[in-house]
């Protein structure tokens, strides 16, 4: 068993992969996340999960771990199955944001992040823990999604989609939960080829629950239309309520997201509070959550 490092950028592969992390008999001490810059709501990133980003400190509070913080200010100069150090890479944010980590909290032997199917992110994250001397660690990897899906969905996970960017999802996907969509995202699957957990980049979450938290949170915000079938969430405030009975480990029955008029055209004028139900990336592209 291992003192480790969490990669957290909010999205449900990065908060279940620390669960059986846990389960496993690790203990997380800290948790890490790479933002974009100031005023910015969504970097396009070959490695890295940004989009609700604004979430990661409520989620953070609510596991109960303290945040180390980076800002991601490079780009991918090397998209080849093999990485080596490379100024103004991406991949060395990592490096600096999990040094700074290491600097903060010594005691820090492993690093756990939410890959799954990606090589193209495999590789990276270990090149980084390989060079500050620590073991990179994948509780999720080659899992099968179909099966990996169901079981986040059975121990409590919740989550809800902060960007969708296939076919099969128009812009009121935004904000609804993997527990609600299952059975769509399983004819999308059967239809498409959509992988149900967003494997391929279909889509990206954030966790507002599991059984680690606690508190459920709740995102405010409006829907930007990207263009090419792409919409995501820009997250404007983050609400976080006590669990029923005050302990980790309750499953909420709803999970809620506000849609408020975006300050930008293109969202409806009357978006207004939805209640939805409860839930929870990577082919080679696909990013660190």
Not at 50 to 61: D, K, L, M, Q, S
Not at 78 to 87: A, D, N, R, V
Request: charged fraction near 20%.
């Amino acid at each position: 068993a291992m003192k480790i490092l969490g990669l957290l950028s909010g999205g449900k592969d990065s908060v279940y992969a620390l669960v059986r992390a846990i389960k496993a008999g690790h203990t997380p001490v800290a948790v890490a996340n790479l933002a974009p810059p100031s005023g910015k709501d969504e970097l396009d990133s070959m490695t890295f999960q940004t989009v609700g980003h604004n979430a990661v400190p409520a989620i953070a509070e609510s596991l109960g771990l303290p945040l180390i913080t980076g800002t991601l200010t490079g780009e991918c100069k090397q998209s080849g199955m093999i990485y080596s150090p490379t100024e103004g890479d991406e991949v060395e944010d990592l490096y600096e944001v999990i040094k700074k980590a290491k600097n903060e909290y010594p005691s820090i032997e492993g690093v756990c992040s939410g890959a799954i199917l990606s090589d193209y992110q495999r590789v990276r994250v270990e090149n980084v823990c390989l060079r500050l001397g620590l073991t990179p660690m994948a509780p999720l990897w080659q899992r099968d999604c179909n099966q990996l899906l169901d079981e986040m969905l059975d121990n409590g996970m919740n989550a809800v989609l902060v960007k969708t960017a296939a076919m099969g999802f128009d812009r009121s996907y935004v904000g609804r939960s993997l527990r609600d969509i299952r059975s769509h995202l399983l004819s999308l699957s059967k239809k498409y080829g959509v992988n149900p957990i967003g494997e391929g980049g279909e889509f990206e979450t954030i966790a507002t629950d599991c059984p680690l938290f606690k508190t459920t949170l709740s995102l405010e915000g409006h829907v930007i239309d990207a263009g090419g079938e792409a919409f995501h969430l820009a997250v404007q405030s983050v609400n976080s309520v006590p669990k029923e009975g005050g302990a980790a480990g309750v499953i909420q029955d709803e999970a809620r997201i506000a849609l408020t008029k975006a300050p930008q055209p293109g969202p409806p004028s009357n978006a207004s509070l939805r209640l939805i139900k409860p839930a929870c990336t990577a082919s080679e592209n696909a990013t660190i959550c």
